[in-house]
């Protein structure tokens, strides 16, 4: 049987997320209810920007760090 502790985590009564996301499941509903987005569309977009938020994380990452050795006062 389907848990909803399966795919969303509890975080607060009001603060609803994905599990293993930082999306709420607001945005979801938004565009399901208002822009009438299709289960496959919501997905696309969601997948998408989660690569794009990892990507970003990581080239950030990379451009910050220090040369190996290089200490700042």
Known sequence: ???LEDYFNFLT???IRLKGTRIGIETIL???IY???WVGGIKYKMN???ASAVSSAERLK???QRPHGL???
Do not use: I, L
Request: charge should be neutral; proline fraction near 5%; aromatic fraction near 20%.
């Open 13 to 15: 009564p009001n603060d």
């Open 1 to 3: 049987m389907m848990q």
């Open 35 to 37: 822009h009438a987005k």
């Open 48 to 50: 998408v920007g989660w």
């Open 71 to 73: 200490r700042y006062r």
């Open 62 to 64: 990379h451009e910050t």
């Open 30 to 32: 938004y565009d399901y």
